[in-house]
């Protein structure tokens, strides 16, 4: 039967984005809007399929988030597929979370080139943690879904068949608008 690994790049809020850009896009509300309505019309056709959804927090941070966060899509899809009985798995590891959070403060106050090799290694160590988790979780016959980081560099074991669900590309979206910023 295998399994199956619903991969979802999540769009960044107006917060990450504009950390990134310095600004944010005049239609970044209606592109927004547009990326988290696709997902949701696209996951509705799985209500109730899906055994497992992969969060980042821990289970007792998102247990807490799902029961308080209204406005976040992210979370509001999240919530629908654990009210339709999906079950919650974190896939981070703390130790290498927050060892990579230090390397990026390190790397904001100073030209350090190690700090840059060791933040680069922390966030392979992370993607590498995602995918060990879920190959250790996702059983035979079960439908997981995923939920992550864009820029995140996910390599899956062959048995996992992975179905990549966006409207769009959220790295695009950013690139797009950097490139736009650069020509004015």
Avoid: H
């Avoid at 055994?51 to 821990?58: I, L, T």
Wanted: proline fraction near 3%.
């Amino acid at each position: 039967m295998g399994r199956t690994l619903i991969y979802i790049p999540k769009m960044f809020d107006r917060g990450e984005f504009k950390k990134l850009t310095g600004t944010i896009p005049e239609d970044f509300d209606e592109v927004s809007e547009e990326f988290w309505n696709y997902i949701e019309e696209k996951l509705k056709a799985l209500s109730g399929n899906v055994q497992r959804v992969y969060c980042k927090e821990s289970l007792d941070d998102m247990k807490k988030i799902l029961e308080t966060s209204e406005g976040n899509w992210e979370y509001k899809i999240i919530r629908r597929l654990v009210e339709g009985g999906a079950d919650l798995t974190t896939v981070e590891d703390p130790l290498l979370v927050a060892e990579t959070e230090a390397w990026l403060e390190m790397m904001e106050i100073s030209d350090d080139q190690g700090a840059s090799e060791l933040f680069k290694d922390g966030m392979r160590e992370m993607d590498e943690y995602v995918v060990k988790r879920i190959d250790q979780t996702l059983e035979d016959g079960e439908i997981g879904v995923l939920i992550i980081d864009p820029g995140s560099k996910l390599s899956f074991p062959e048995d996992v068949r992975v179905v990549k669900m966006c409207r769009f590309d959220p790295e695009d979206y950013l690139k797009r608008w950097k490139t736009k910023l650069k020509l004015r």
